[in-house]
């Protein structure tokens, strides 16, 4: 059966599918990123992406203020989808978010997600920098679209489109600034860590934390591109990668493998951190 409707999420049911992504958008991004990614994933793989208040459909609303707010509104809408295995995908903003869900659900005795992939995203417990009050005007975000890249330098100088993103980013860099961590114990499931070779942000040292959050480390995946080569020439890499996790990987890499790092073959690497 179908779940009903949820403004926090968006995608197409697919009923042959025997597990959903919940795939968790950027600061300022929109779940539209990834729908796409559903015409190259097989039907088993059902694929819904986060919709957080301030953007798309919900552009009248306020952003949300907290990670509390939005985990525990996030916790009631995935429910009632949580009647087959579920896996999350959150990149950047998007990889806290899940991060911070799957702890809600583990603390709830809730089901938890088969998989947990975090995307050029830092470590929660790694100390971040502050926003000061400037950080926040329009002339700052703008600096900080281009100096993250994927953003077009025509969006950048396209007023309308500028007055309709910069409140939702506005909202999600308040939402990251406000972010506290707290000491817990390692999530129980299986958890990867994506990362572009260029991106300063998501630099090996501030991935290492990442294997202390949880009792099954899985790998640290390494595409060409920055702080967005999910969107670059990557993407097909990047697709077929989470497929081969959430579907194909063989029962002992499923096993608690904590201290282990693969070679990540494809991409021309090997993983370090």
Same mark, same amino acid.
């Given at each position: 059966?179908?779940? $009903?409707? =949820?403004?926090? %999420?968006? @995608?197409?049911?697919? *009923?042959?599918?025997?597990? #959903? +992504?919940?795939?968790? &958008?950027? !600061?300022?991004?929109?779940?539209?990123?990834?729908?796409?990614?559903?015409?190259?994933? $097989?039907? =088993?793989?059902? %694929?819904? @992406?986060?919709?957080? *208040?301030?953007?798309?459909? #919900? +552009?009248?609303?306020? &952003?949300? !203020?907290?990670?509390?707010?939005?985990?525990?509104?996030?916790?009631?809408?995935?429910? $009632?989808?949580?009647?087959?295995?579920?896996?999350?995908?959150?990149?950047?903003?998007?990889?806290?978010?899940?991060?911070?869900?799957?702890?809600?659900?583990?603390?709830?005795?809730?089901?938890?997600?088969?998989?947990?992939?975090?995307?050029?995203?830092?470590?929660?417990?790694?100390?971040?920098?502050?926003?000061?009050?400037?950080?926040?005007?329009?002339?700052?975000?703008?600096?900080?679209?281009?100096?993250?890249?994927?953003?077009?330098?025509?969006?950048?100088?396209?007023?309308?489109?500028?007055?309709?993103?910069?409140?939702?980013?506005?909202?999600?860099?308040?939402?990251?600034?406000?972010?506290?961590?707290?000491?817990?114990?390692?999530?129980?499931?299986?958890?990867?860590?994506?990362?572009?070779?260029?991106?300063?942000?998501?630099?090996?040292?501030?991935?290492?934390?990442?294997?202390?959050?949880?009792?099954?480390?899985?790998?640290?995946?390494?595409?060409?591109?920055?702080?967005?080569?999910?969107?670059?020439?990557?993407?097909?890499?990047?697709?077929?990668?989470?497929?081969?996790?959430?579907?194909?990987?063989?029962?002992?890499?499923?096993?608690?493998?904590?201290?282990?790092?693969?070679?990540?073959?494809?991409?021309?690497?090997?993983?370090?951190?």
């Amino acid at each position: 059966m179908t779940p $009903p409707p =949820s403004p926090w %999420l968006v @995608g197409r049911p697919r *009923p042959e599918a025997s597990l #959903r +992504l919940f795939c968790f &958008p950027w !600061a300022g991004g929109s779940p539209a990123a990834f729908l796409p990614w559903q015409r190259h994933l $097989p039907s =088993s793989l059902e %694929l819904w @992406g986060i919709q957080l *208040p301030g953007r798309g459909p #919900r +552009l009248r609303e306020v &952003p949300s !203020a907290s990670f509390t707010e939005v985990t525990r509104a996030l916790t009631d809408a995935i429910a $009632p989808y949580a009647d087959r295995p579920f896996a999350f995908f959150g990149h950047s903003l998007g990889a806290l978010v899940a991060f911070e869900l799957a702890r809600r659900l583990r603390d709830a005795a809730l089901p938890l997600p088969n998989h947990l992939i975090v995307s050029a995203a830092m470590a929660p417990s790694v100390p971040r920098q502050r926003m000061r009050p400037e950080d926040l005007d329009d002339t700052h975000l703008i600096a900080a679209l281009k100096g993250y890249g994927g953003t077009p330098d025509a969006a950048l100088q396209d007023p309308q489109l500028l007055e309709l993103v910069l409140p939702a980013l506005r909202g999600d860099f308040t939402l990251l600034d406000g972010y506290q961590y707290r000491s817990s114990a390692p999530l129980p499931l299986p958890l990867t860590v994506f990362a572009g070779r260029d991106d300063t942000r998501a630099a090996p040292e501030k991935l290492a934390a990442w294997r202390s959050e949880t009792t099954h480390f899985r790998a640290v995946h390494w595409f060409d591109g920055g702080h967005f080569y999910l969107q670059g020439s990557a993407a097909p890499s990047v697709v077929q990668r989470i497929e081969e996790i959430l579907l194909h990987s063989p029962t002992s890499d499923r096993e608690d493998n904590a201290g282990a790092l693969s070679e990540n073959v494809r991409d021309g690497a090997q993983d370090s951190i």
